[in-house]
């Protein structure tokens, strides 16, 4: 995420989505973004208060999507992945807009979890969401990460032209 989140415009405000503890949202904050830091548990990311970040808790796996009428200049996911509303993330980008996407790949399921398939994104799975909502790909990548632990990876940067 660190590699392409220059790329993110600096105007409107970045959607950290399961944003976890907030490792990302930091850096974002730190770059100078606005950052809407979502999950369903926000406890670690309010416990340090940051004028740019705004922790919001939702659950993101219900059936209406919560995040339907807002726009971003940047999405930013890892280590995440609900099928169900997948497509929404594109649609959600302003002009210009940048979604950065990590997360378990297929053949992850023989170094452990996650291994359910439902976690796990399908070869080319990311590269096909760019191409469905015309986003234009910076980046992409379907790798074995050996480090921080072995793990099979799906990267994706892409924006959305204007």
């Known amino acids: 995420m660190r590699r392409f989140a220059s790329q993110i415009p600096k105007t409107g405000t970045v959607l950290d989505l399961a944003c976890g503890g907030g490792r990302h949202s930091f850096l974002l904050a730190e770059m100078g973004h606005s950052v809407l830091a979502v999950d369903q548990d926000i406890g670690e990311i309010e416990k340090a208060v940051n004028p740019l970040i705004c922790p919001k808790a939702l659950n ?5 999507w919560p ?6 200049s940047g999405i930013v996911v890892t ?5 169900p509303h997948l497509d929404r993330l594109p649609e959600m980008l302003e002009k210009n807009g940048v ?3 990590e997360t378990f790949a297929q053949g992850n399921e023989q170094f452990g979890k996650p291994s359910n398939p439902n976690f796990l994104l399908k070869t080319g799975e990311l590269l096909e969401l ?3 909502h015309g986003l234009k790909v910076l980046a992409y990548e379907d790798i074995y ?6 793990a ?3 990267r994706l ?5 204007g």
């Open 60 to 64: 993101l796996e219900e059936n209406a």
């Open 67 to 72: 995040l339907r009428n807002d726009r971003f």
């Open 152 to 154: 099979m990876i799906q």
């Open 145 to 150: 990460q050996g480090e921080p632990k072995p």
């Open 99 to 101: 979604l950065i996407y």
């Open 79 to 83: 280590n995440y992945l609900y099928r």
């Open 157 to 161: 940067c892409a924006v959305k032209e």
């Open 130 to 132: 760019a191409r469905c």
